[in-house]
């Protein structure tokens, strides 16, 4: 797991002045990658790599170069490939000669073989690029789910790219606007954003499982992947069987690693059978026990009050799973003024506002954990996979005909400057990502009403809801120099699972009910009985104060520049009622009185931090 950064001109030569852009654009990575650093520098590209080493010291250090009769091919790669041993002996078949175990001397040589049908040969989590000097031609692409990042610029015939958009904005030149699009992102769908895009002007992502060529006739993107529609024709057992083969596979093939690696566990149905996976396999190959690591907050015990989004703590389900599989267990606490002072470290690491404590609480777990581990599995993307999440059952976000984890649109327009206001229409905007995505669905005429009406919820919560959650354990954990891996999101486990009627994915009326029902043989009872439990996130009435006094703080300054983006007497409002002035939740589940009030205060420190025009 890395950082990368460069630029790319085709049809001029760069100045010996790009050096120092490079290393000031590489140095925004530093926390990306805090092991190593590398570069390559010709008259048409320049690359640099931050490195976070997790697999073969020596033999992985980028840029990577590998000559070749017609040209050289350099690679800078972010990521982690499950299947490197399976290419490696294909490659190898074909001539080809290895000078370290790691994935990014795979990843390059298999270009070399396959060309651009490298991505389909690829399972994994990764971004990157190759840079070909014959051709002068630049090859970039994007894991299947987009768990790693990678954003570009096209500036004056210059192509410019980062792991993170903070790194393209050392480009001289390239300027941070935020337009009326951008406020549409940043207000109307943000915390999420539309695939593709960010909220600054001119500043783009590689869409997941995409791939982009660029050469003297400019940039080209075309898609690899895609969740297609077909008829499920297997068994209850057979569906189960399978899951349970997907699942203990991709686990045991991300167990990978040549540095300190553990698992999240929460005491869930998700990490718990991660969990399950991950110990087992450490017991058959007899190695020490498992380190897993859980979450909590000073006091929760004390102020913890059930919800309909969170029935019930953790702690009691942690512990049962760690003796049950005798792992060996550690809980970080975290107190609540730490919640609070790293809001702009989040937002630091995510370029924009994010999930405010949310986010915090993430950063700080993963630095906590990165004492002692490098790496660690964690349990995300199960609800997105398996429809998990209360709004695939709830008929008021089924009849909601908008993202159904986002629906408070009248409290967003309100929240905007008057005169943003005038000029902005965020349920113009919204309703028109949301169609454009709902047309990409494919339904089958086999399709009940139920799995048409489901195909469409899991599609928007897997292209929107999941992205949002994997920025999030990408930025938080790499801010650390640590690595989360997902293995919910390979890409097998959800072209099966995809197309499994919901009435089996619902089994018994339960969220994720195929899910229980595949692991009940090897899980305690009350784990997969145990209601869905999102995050947990802190219920101290001192954060609600703490964020309460920050936000108090902002608005006593008349020039605080988050009175430029959004409506004062509102804001004031919101402090006057401890957030319930804004009746619904501002994303998701969590995001509710006192993370509205954290995410204020995020919005003024990026409005400072980064200081974008705003052009409407």
């Known amino acids: 797991m890395c950082g990368f950064t460069g630029f790319v001109n085709i049809k001029q030569k760069l100045k010996e002045d790009s050096k120092t852009i490079l290393e000031n654009m590489n140095n925004t990575l530093a926390k990306r990658g805090p092991d190593e650093d590398g570069y390559f520098i010709s008259d048409r590209a320049f690359l640099a ?20 009769s017609y040209g050289d091919y350099i690679i800078c790669h972010n990521g982690q490939i499950y299947n490197t041993k399976e290419l490696r002996e294909i490659l190898i078949q074909n001539g080809f000669t290895f000078k370290g175990h790691c994935d990014t001397e795979v990843i390059l040589k298999g270009y ?33 789910f987009g768990v790693k990042p990678l954003f570009y610029s096209l500036f004056q015939s210059t192509l410019v790219f980062g792991s993170e958009i903070k790194a393209i904005f050392q480009y001289p030149g390239i ?29 783009y992502e590689l869409k997941p499982a995409h791939f982009a060529i660029f050469n003297e006739y400019g940039l080209k993107i075309e898609r690899y992947w895609k969740l297609h529609s077909k008829e499920h024709t297997d ?111 989040a937002m630091i690491a995510r370029d924009m506002p994010g999930m405010a404590d949310i986010d915090s609480s993430l950063l700080l777990f993963c630095k906590n954990v990165k004492k002692e581990m490098t790496v660690s599995l964690t349990g995300e993307c199960a609800d997105e996979i398996f429809g998990g999440y209360p709004w695939f059952f709830r008929e008021d976000a089924l009849n909601s005909n908008t993202f159904p984890w986002s629906i408070a649109i009248d409290e967003r327009q309100n929240l905007l400057n008057p005169v943003i206001d005038k000029k ?15 047309n990409e669905v494919e339904i089958l005429d086999t399709d009940t009403e139920e799995t048409k009406e489901k195909r469409k919820i899991s599609h928007l919560t897997l292209n929107w809801f999941m992205q949002t959650l994997l920025d999030r354990s990408d930025r938080m954990a790499m801010y650390n120099g640590f690595e989360l891996r997902v293995p919910f999101c390979d890409y097998r486990l959800a072209e099966y699972v995809w197309n499994i009627p919901w009435e089996m994915k619902a089994l018994n009326g339960r969220e994720k009910g195929l899910l229980r029902y595949a692991c009940r043989d090897f899980l305690p009872n009350e784990i997969v009985d145990r209601k869905k439990s999102p995050y947990p996130k802190t219920h101290n009435p001192n954060y609600l104060a703490k964020v ?69």
């Not at 992985?60 to 070749?68: I, W």
Request: hydrophobic share 35%; net charge negative.
């Open 235 to 345: 068994s209850l057992s057979q569906t189960c069987e399978k899951v349970r083969y997907l699942l203990k596979d991709t686990i045991e093939r991300q167990l990978v690693s040549d540095v300190p690696l553990c698992t999240f566990l929460s005491g869930g149905l998700d990490s718990s059978i991660i969990t399950k996976f991950a110990a087992d396999f450490y017991e058959k190959e007899k190695l020490p026990p498992l380190d897993t690591y859980s979450i909590d907050y000073v006091d929760n015990d004390k102020n913890f009050v059930k919800s309909d989004f969170q029935p019930n703590s953790d702690s009691y389900y942690v512990k049962l799973m760690s003796k049950r599989l005798h792992t060996n267990h550690h809980n970080v606490v975290i107190d609540t003024p730490e919640l609070a002072s790293y809001l702009e470290d």
């Open 49 to 68: 790599h931050k490195r976070l080493i997790v697999i073969d010291p020596d033999g992985g250090k980028q840029p990577m170069t590998e000559h070749t």
């Open 548 to 616: 309460k006094s920050m936000l108090t703080d902002i608005m006593d300054k008349p020039n605080a520049p988050i009175n430029n983006l959004l409506n004062r007497k509102y804001i004031l409002d919101i402090l006057n009622t401890d957030g319930k002035a804004f009746t619904r939740p501002w994303f998701g589940q969590l995001m509710t009185g006192p993370q509205l009030m954290a995410y204020l205060c995020q919005v003024n420190m990026w409005l400072e931090k980064y200081q974008p025009k705003i052009e409407i």
């Open 424 to 438: 902005v229409n965020l349920k113009e905007y919204i309703d028109y990502r949301y169609n454009e995505s709902l």
């Open 175 to 203: 300027e941070k606007i935020l337009d009326s699009q951008g406020i549409s992102e940043l207000l109307g769908i943000g915390p999420s954003h539309t695939p593709g895009t960010t909220i600054f002007k001119n500043i």
């Open 112 to 144: 070399i073989h396959f060309g651009k049908e490298i991505v389909h040969h690829l399972n994994g989590i990764f971004a990157f690029v190759i840079w070909n000097t014959k051709t002068n031609e630049l090859f970039m692409a994007r894991d299947h």
